[in-house]
């Protein structure tokens, strides 16, 4: 039996507290979920984190009929994981991750007193780190492979995307971006070289389709396309950081070339943390990134 693949977007839980440069309110970013399945088994990705999404994506991968085996986090981000633990109980699934990817998520669950309950509230379930690894970050769906690779730092530190070389598909979790903002903020220090160097790892692959951590539901998953736009945000954010002297000024320049990109909150925050870090070269990355969200 051969695999497919469906990809449900979550839209980013509403924000109350106060509005971009241009207005906007501040939103979020959609998340994307993978369900990679066979005639009888599924695996899904990066389920989201409020309890909301986790029920609408519950209710839409129940609709799928399959049984959930396994549930592959990307990377540490709560937005892609806080979710994984009531998707996990509903489908009797098991958590899993590669481990660089897993110490990044109890980093993230450590934070979390301080950025994502502050912003979200109640809205966010109990989200106690379950994942565990499998041997050599290879697993099995009704007999074909499934392989975690490890590309390094992209929006933040050990990344690790999942390629099923049977669908030429890889979930590319916060790698490669798909008409959303790039969010930058975690590389205001080592600057875009090591996340090229992630996106090249991702091209090795040689994959057809590429589903991002972040995408408009309404674009495809061309690889190639996802892989050149991705890389050219990055070009675009190192010419606007040379031209532009304020965060202010690079947020404009970032819109008025990205008019129909989602999540102008990601924009804003990256701007803020890359301009900190210019600003105040004495503070730690972590508390800059952390202000920037807040
Ligand atoms: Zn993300």
């Not at 309950?117 to 041997?135: C, E, S």
């Not at 010419?239 to 404009?252: C, I, P, V, Y």
């Amino acid at each position: 039996m051969s695999l497919a693949y469906d990809v449900f977007v979550n839209d980013p839980p509403p924000r109350n507290d106060g509005f971009l440069p241009n207005g906007d309110s501040k939103g979020g970013s959609p998340v994307a979920s993978t369900l990679i399945y066979g005639s009888e088994e599924a695996v899904l990705t990066d389920p989201a984190f409020t309890t909301d999404q986790a029920r609408a994506l519950g209710d839409w991968v129940a609709g799928k009929g399959r049984k959930v085996t396994d549930i592959f986090i990307t990377h540490g981000h709560g937005d892609h994981w806080f979710a994984a633990g009531l998707l996990a109980e509903r489908f009797g699934a098991r958590i899993i991750a590669t481990a660089g990817t897993i110490a990044q998520m109890h980093a993230g669950v450590a934070g979390r007193p301080f950025l994502w309950d502050k912003i979200y509230g109640g809205k966010i379930p109990p989200a106690p780190v379950t994942a565990v690894t499998v041997p050599r970050n290879r697993f099995t769906l009704e007999g074909h492979d499934l392989l975690m690779v490890e590309v390094g730092h992209a929006d933040t530190d050990d990344n690790s995307v999942l390629h099923v070389p049977d669908l030429g598909l890889v979930v590319a979790g916060d790698v490669i971006y798909n008409g959303v903002h790039m969010y930058l903020g975690q590389s205001a220090t080592v600057g875009f070289g090591p996340w090229r160097d992630a996106i090249g790892r991702v091209e090795a692959l040689s994959p057809r389709f590429i589903v991002t951590g972040h995408k408009n539901a309404g674009l495809d998953d061309d690889a190639q396309r996802t892989i050149d736009q991705t890389r050219q945000y990055l070009d675009d954010a190192e010419e606007l950081l040379r031209t532009e002297s304020t965060a202010t000024g690079f947020f404009g320049a970032k819109i008025a070339r990205y008019p129909d990109h989602l999540g102008r909150l990601i924009l804003w925050v990256s701007a803020r943390a890359l301009y900190g870090v210019r600003e105040h070269p004495e503070e730690q990355l972590a508390r800059i990134t952390l202000n920037s969200w807040l």
